[in-house]
């Protein structure tokens, strides 16, 4: 049996097919489907989609600048310009003038391509003209650096057989080219990966991180094979995947478990990472196993660790065996590379699930990661976690601090991080194989694409999602013009609305599908979706029987009172510890069957440019519940979840619940009160 989730090569239209009648006497009709994913026949006019023989591309990135973020989206890319990704080289040691990046003799290892791999797209995304000039600084040096054979970047790399670190800048390149159209990536590519191709197979992906996570070079090869057409490439392409570690059998096993220290398989980056390989080479063997087997270690890992909510799992540096509740941690890096590989897999295969997974993370786990100014992060975020204090007096495999937030002391996921959001921006909207556009992920944008006869539109998202649950597309175009709008179902959906210019459209959208509303388009035309998501509470048996509150693409944590600490650092750049001034030891007092009862919306407002803090929550609840006086702290760690339904024999309180992005202390995941 397929996964939901495994694409379809021929899309079948589902469940609706209906003419609606025009709205003027001079307008044509409007057509109307629902489909699991767009076409993969046929190949957008416009943008480079993947060349034959390789999985036509049922979505198409549309390159960096065609989407303008707005709003909070804005707003978070803002912040990391003034915060520590746009004047990281003021803090970091990674970016000063002894980098082996530059002085190619010392050592230039992931940090530096972690960081460009974001900053240069921040630059590209903002328009921002001192960003993209600082980024070109160190990617005209990586240029520069080719040797005759091919390879480039700092020469301990090439001597250790580690690719690892040019994977990464190999993003950084891409991007740039994608930006600014410079002819010289494609050739200097060329070159790099023929010197991949000579590698004798031992020295290939020999071991370490790099074995891991081949699948990010792997996606670098088509993406160049789709420009240049070279056939070297695909033979290359084959070997990498032959080379990268087997992600397509389980990665949880019993030997692992016994060795869970040692295990790279283990290791949480590296399984956000390469989790997706199979999907990447999927787009060459276009076998559909592939899916199937990267689906079911999705599965694996989130039901074994990953039972709590916002869309990680807990793997503090490793996965641990036993330790599985949501006190357990997942590093920043995890967060961003996780948001990463359901990017690429929603590309490849058109899937809407994997738009569903991306949002997850990036509305509810990553803002949490970092303080609300952006000048500061801590390595872990966990969705129960009462104290971002320095001390080591926490449970995690290693030691020191690990939860404050801290701009000096987070070697890799303070560079890594800076991808994050704009990767995100960057794939809002994406064209379709049939030349019309999708709207896969949601935030307030604009875009500007060609579509249809090669017209261009730009198309404007207006909305508070995902605090808001209305979006509106107001469309933009010279002349009318016709194409099909993609309008991604998000798999919460639990009914509402579309409605086109004021009129109900007769659609029976499915979640985790695409509604597709084909027309002829013209100045001002106004597709409306709107959300009727319910307050939902999931419970997780396995944990404690505890339960956490969902309400649409959020889900929410009891609000607790925060001091902000400077424990070291500088005036400009403070290393802080956020401590708890109020209770946090509380049961939920719900029928999990009925949480209207007891849980209700308290308040509403429009999110400001950092809504993700305490006292800016767009959307505020209030809840029934009750002090647990037996649920006490081990050291500075929440304790563990004790076993419910939970017998609390204190009266009824109301507690307040915010965006679990909105709380950096937070209760995610709460005991049950027994009835
Ligand atoms: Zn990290």
Redesign the pocket.
Known sequence: MRNSLAPLFIIAVLAVSALVGSQGADEKTTAIAVVKTPPFAGGNRYYVSNRAPLLPSPLVKLPIGSIEPKGWLLGQLRLMRDGFTGRLAEISRFLKDDSGWITLKGKGWEEMPYWLKGYGDLGYVLKDKEIISKAKRWLELALESQQSDGYFGPVDNRENHDLWPNMVMLFALRSYHEATGDARVLSFMTRYFRYEKDIPDGELLPGSWQKLRGGDNLEVVYWLYNRTGESFLLDLGRRLHERTSDWTSSVLSDQRDKNWEESSFYHG?NITMGIREPGIYYQQAKDGTLIDALEANYKRIMEAYGRQPGGMFGADENIRPGYQDPRQGA???SMVEFMSSFESLLKITGAAGYADRCEEIAFNSLPASMTPDLKGLH?LTAPNLISCDSTGEHDFQNGGTLVSYDPWS????QH?VAFGWPYFAEHLWMGTSDDGLAAALFAPSTVTARVGDGAEVRISEDTAYPFGDVIDFTMGTAKPVEFPFYLRIPSWWDGGSVSLNGEALEANPRPGEYLVIRRKWKEGDRLRIEFRPQIMVQTWPTISNSVSVRRGPLWYSLKIGEQWRRYGGTDEWPALELLPTTAWNYGLDVDPLDPAATIRIESRKEPIDQPFEPEASPIVLKAKARKIPSWTAEGRMVGKLPPGPVAADVAVEEITLIPMGCARLRISSFPLVKK
């Open positions: 980056v590093e920043t890096c390595y987070y070697r890799c996921c890594n």
